[in-house]
């Protein structure tokens, strides 16, 4: 078992910037994979990033490529999410997961998910 709580959505003004984190507790090893996707009102949950808990993959949605960059630290069990150039169209609750194995951009492959948190980006 994977719990993990987000923090640090807010409102935003478009241009600016923020940082979620996710708190990782439980079973955390190297073969899981951390991911954050988001889902803005009356659309799907989509992708935003993906990184390994090792090290050594990443992956981002063409939306956010040059924009958001995902991180971790193992000594903390944290992944962050740091989202510059924010647009009005980022706005959306989003979510960190994770799932055990291979890698996977998939909404259905992961396993474990936080509560959400909302982040606003004012126009």
């Known amino acids: 078992q994977v719990q993990l709580v987000e923090s640090g959505g807010g409102l935003v003004q478009a241009g600016g910037s923020l940082r979620l984190s996710c708190a990782a507790s439980?079973?955390?090893?190297?073969?899981?994979?951390m991911a954050w996707f988001r889902q803005a009102p009356g659309k799907e949950r989509e992708v935003v990033a993906v990184i390994k808990w090792s090290g050594g993959r990443l992956y981002y949605a063409d939306s956010v490529r040059g924009r958001f960059t995902i991180s971790r630290d193992n000594a903390k069990n944290m992944v962050y999410l740091q989202m510059n150039s924010l647009k009005p169209e980022d706005t959306a609750v989003y979510y960190c997961a994770a799932r055990s194995g291979s890698f996977s951009a998939s909404l259905n492959a992961y396993d474990y998910w936080g509560q959400g948190t909302q982040v606003t980006v004012s126009s």
């Open positions: 439980g079973r955390t090893f190297d073969s899981i994979y």
